[in-house]
């Protein structure tokens, strides 16, 4: 009875939360900042059928941007994981994996892209994350990053957002092309939460992403040589 209980409250925490975060990311998905990703990171590759790992996925909310080739979805948490399911679950191409984006279960050079997007801000050491990404990735194969740029708006909001990402951003692309990357692609544009674009009208969103202290967030994308 008392295992039945906890289940029914447990079932009841996840799909509570589940709908909060599908109606957040949803809004999020049809608004500027989601947009505007798609639209700076296309074509993410330029043949179709390539093996793309989504690390640190969430809610797939990258999927429009990855669903010509086949997907592997990673994510730690199980929330995550139950709204990939319930979102992608049974479709063709897609796999759906529990995993830590610091170890990766999956053999050497066994993938064509690997989507780190709002994902190394967490943690300090990334280089390390971003070498396990390399590790499975084969040679020509690229990575989509992001990273918190250094004099802006978030750096002084990080406390806040628990963000930990504080590498000057020529620091960052020394270390990346000593370590076997070319810088094929980067760009920048404001991002805060991102919760913030659903509120503000469009225009106005694009009047602060022309201001450089606003334009929070950088994006790379880089090949493995
Ligand atoms: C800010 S969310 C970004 C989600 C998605 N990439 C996006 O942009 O919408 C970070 C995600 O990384 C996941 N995550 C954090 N650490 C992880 C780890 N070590 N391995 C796998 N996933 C992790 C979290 O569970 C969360 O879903």
């Given at each position: 009875m008392l295992a039945f209980l906890q289940r029914t409250r447990t079932d009841k925490y996840y799909n509570q939360t589940l709908r909060r975060i599908f109606t957040l990311w949803e809004k999020i998905r049809k608004g500027y900042v989601y947009e505007k990703t798609l639209e700076l990171c296309?074509?993410?590759?330029?043949?179709?059928?390539s093996l793309v790992l989504d690390v640190g996925?969430?809610?797939?909310?990258f999927y429009d941007l990855i669903k010509d080739h086949e997907v592997i979805f990673l994510d730690y948490a199980e929330v995550m994981i139950n709204a990939l399911k319930q979102r992608f679950?049974?479709?063709?191409r897609v796999s759906i994996i529990r995993g830590d984006g610091r170890f990766l279960p999956f053999k050497e050079s066994s993938v064509s892209f690997v989507v780190l997007l709002r994902f190394?801000?967490?943690?300090?050491?990334q280089m390390s994350i971003i070498l396990e990404s390399k590790r499975v990735l084969r040679v020509g194969g690229y990575i989509l990053l992001d990273k918190v740029k250094f004099l802006c708006l978030t750096t002084f909001l990080s406390k806040l957002f628990r963000?930990?990402?504080?590498?000057?951003s020529r620091d960052f692309e020394r270390v990346l092309v000593e370590n076997g990357?070319?810088?094929?692609k980067k760009f920048d544009y404001f991002f805060l939460p991102a919760i913030i674009y659903t509120f503000i009208p469009r225009v106005l969103s694009r009047i602060v992403d022309t201001i450089p202290f606003f334009r929070c967030r950088r994006f790379y994308k880089v090949r493995k040589i």
């Open positions: 296309r074509p993410l590759v330029e043949t179709n059928n996925a969430g809610t797939g909310r679950g049974g479709k063709e190394l801000a967490h943690y300090e050491d963000i930990v990402d504080f590498h000057p990357f070319v810088v094929e």
